[in-house]
Nanobody, 120 residues
Framework: QVQFVESGGGLVQPGGSLRLSCAASGSIFSGSFFRVLPMGWYRQAPGKERELVATITGGGTTDYTDSVKGRFTVSRDNAKKIVYLQMNSLKPEDTAVYYC?????????WGQGTQVTVSS
């Protein structure tokens, strides 16, 4: 069984910051499997398709979609099986539900996500 639980979202003014967390759990993550698993943060805005925002490999190599480069930072704590997304200089267009999942995603294991709303 696989479970991803996202947290840390909320309402923030433009220019503000939030730090999202994603905790991975399940028997598949026993041992060192999580350490080598590439993980991604995704988001889905109202009326739009889900998009990949940031990726981090097991070794810590990161990649970002152009719209968040220089503003978002993805990191991971392999011992705790947690992936983070630090979001700075937030814009209204960052408003969405944010999810984490393997990269590429396991489509049967999406979590509930965490809502991020950027508004004045």
């Amino acid at each position: 069984q696989v479970q991803f639980v996202e947290s840390g979202g909320g309402l923030v003014q433009p220019g503000g910051s939030l730090r999202l967390s994603c905790a991975a759990s399940g028997s598949i993550f026993s041992g060192s499997f999580f350490r080598v698993l590439p993980m991604g943060w995704y988001r889905q805005a109202p009326g739009k398709e889900r998009e990949l925002v940031a990726t981090i490999t097991g070794g810590g190599t990161t990649d970002y979609t152009d719209s968040v480069k220089g503003r978002f930072t993805v990191s991971r704590d392999n011992a705790k099986k947690i992936v983070y997304l630090q979001m700075n200089s937030l814009k209204p267009e960052d408003t969405a539900v944010y999810y984490c999942n393997r990269r590429p995603s396991w489509n049967n294991y999406w979590g509930q996500g965490t809502q991020v709303t950027v508004s004045s």
